[in-house]
């Protein structure tokens, strides 16, 4: 079946680099997602990456795919307090997108 | 160049009752896809709709209908309302050749009583 996991929170010093890990389990995946989400807000699309790729790298994010593992990875460099949010993995193979339950990054000072 | 966006902003119900939804795709985009986010859970898909039918449907009840217009705006219907209905409806619109990129509204917040 289809399943995404993510680790809950997360809590990093402003300025340090923040990581994200996910695992999904369907292998027929074909792009997978990073979302952010702000207190009472929709859902922000930061990133994806196709399943043949194993990086891709925005400004201050960089996404490590591990296909053989499936694990997913955000990496967000020099982590502001305006990263304070809940992170979404995602995945999917047709149209609908299967989420994880979210890791809360909190950033202090 | 608007988002998409999802009316009302928020919303209370009464057990039984019935609720409608609205959304409105981003400019150019001719897909919906409707999500139900239960407080501390990830977004689960309800159905998407493209060119007016319904193309996928994930685990929901036919309590939860919907429909796409000819401007490609979407509407979700909920009968019957549960109290395990209260959570945030999300609507997603995406473009038919780039399906991938699924572009998300504010959401509407439904409490159910």
């Known amino acids: 079946g289809e399943d995404v996991e993510q680790s809950l929170f997360l809590s990093v010093r402003e300025g340090d680099s923040s990581v994200i890990n996910c695992t999904y389990t369907?292998?027929?995946?074909?792009?997978l997602y990073w979302y952010k989400q702000e207190p009472g807000a929709g859902l922000q699309l930061l990133t994806y990456?196709?399943?043949?790729?194993d990086m891709k790298q925005d400004q201050r994010l960089t996404v490590l795919l591990n296909k053989k593992d499936k694990h997913l990875s955000l990496r967000i460099a020099d982590t502001q307090t305006g990263d304070s949010a809940i992170y979404f993995c995602?995945?999917?193979?047709?149209?609908?997108?299967?989420f994880g339950t979210g890791t809360r990054l909190q950033v202090f000072p | 160049d608007a988002g998409v966006t999802q009316s009302p902003t928020h919303l209370i119900k009464t057990r039984g009752q019935q609720v409608t939804l609205r959304c409105s795709p981003k400019?150019?985009?001719?897909?919906v896809s409707w999500y139900q986010q239960a407080l501390g859970q990830g977004p689960q898909f309800i159905f998407q709709?493209?060119?007016?039918?319904?193309?996928q449907r994930g685990n929901f009840p036919d309590r939860f209908s919907g429909h796409q217009f000819p401007n490609y705006s979407s509407e979700l219907n909920v009968n019957a309302l549960l109290l395990g209905d209260s959570a945030l409806y999300l609507c997603?619109?995406?473009?038919?050749?780039?399906?991938?990129?699924?572009?998300f509204g504010p959401g509407t917040r439904l409490t159910v009583t």
């Open positions: 400019s150019g985009h001719d897909t």
């Open positions: 990456i196709f399943s043949n790729m």
């Open positions: 709709y493209y060119e007016e039918e319904e193309r």
């Open positions: 995602a995945e999917s193979n047709t149209d609908k997108l299967i």
């Open positions: 997603a619109s995406s473009s038919r050749g780039v399906s991938y990129e699924q572009y």
């Open positions: 369907d292998s027929s995946s074909t792009y």
